[in-house]
Antibody
Framework: EVQLVESGGGLVQPGRSLKLSCAAS????????MAWVRQAPKKGLEWVAT????????YYPDSVKGRFTISRDNAKSSLYLQMNSLKSEDTATYYC?????????WGQGTLVTVSS | EIVLTQSPTTMAASPGEKVTLTCRAS?????MHWYQQRSGTSPKLWIY???KLASGVPNRFSGSGSGTSYSLTINSMETEDAATYYC?????????FGGGTKLELK
């Protein structure tokens, strides 16, 4: 059974940093692109980042480019999202997802609140 | 960036009723994915590559479309289908989602 478990969310002040983690199990992690997708409270879904199988290629929308960095450790079956210079509009639940022909599997999400 | 517009934003359907949700793209895309999100839970991939049902999805659901117009149809509404449905395009970077259609039970 595919399982994705996010951690690392919490309350952070504007301008500060936070790093999210996602532990994957139930599939060969190194064979799949992985992604982060977020959802602001009571709002829709927004793709945040994607990383290739080896980690050599990364993709971001303009809204987070230059501030967020996606990475992975295939030996640990883990995905990460380093978020710097956080803004109030980054407040959201962040989901880890397996990215192949859509976002096929999702974790339960971790809430990030950016507020002073 | 391709903008996806879903309609209606909210709708209510009675058990047994046929339901059609629409997603329109600002530019042509090769296919569309759909997600179901029930209240308080994570989204689930529901239909991929326009018309393929994800594992476990009942066959009362179907998807169709091409170019800039796509739809998700429920042949006969059931209680468990009440949820928000999002379309998503994977043809063109950056990948984008529609704003969602909230489907309620009447």
């Amino acid at each position: 059974e595919v399982q994705l478990v996010e951690s690392g969310g919490g309350l952070v002040q504007p301008g500060r940093s936070l790093k999210l983690s996602c532990a994957a199990s139930g599939f060969t992690f190194s064979n799949y692109y992985m992604a982060w997708v977020r959802q602001a409270p009571k709002k829709g879904l927004e793709w945040v980042a994607t990383i290739s199988t080896s980690g050599s290629r990364t993709y971001y929308p303009d809204s987070v480019k230059g501030r967020f960095t996606i990475s992975r450790d295939n030996a640990k079956s883990s995905l990460y999202l380093q978020m710097n210079s956080l803004k109030s509009e980054d407040t959201a639940t962040y989901y880890c997802a397996r990215h192949l022909m859509g976002f096929a599997y999702w974790g339960q999400g971790t809430l990030v609140t950016v507020s002073s | 960036e391709i903008v996806l517009t879903q309609s209606p934003t909210t709708m209510a359907a009675s058990p047994g009723e046929k339901v059609t949700l629409t997603c329109r793209a600002s530019s042509s895309v090769s296919y569309m994915h759909w997600y179901q999100q029930r209240s308080g839970t994570s989204p689930k991939l529901w239909i991929y590559e326009t018309s393929k049902l994800a594992s476990g999805v009942p066959n009362r659901f179907s998807g169709s479309g091409s170019g800039t117009s796509y739809s998700l149809t429920i042949n006969s509404m059931e209680t468990e289908d009440a949820a928000t449905y999002y379309c998503q395009q994977g043809s063109s970077y950056p990948w984008t989602f529609g704003g969602g259609t909230k489907l309620e039970l009447k």
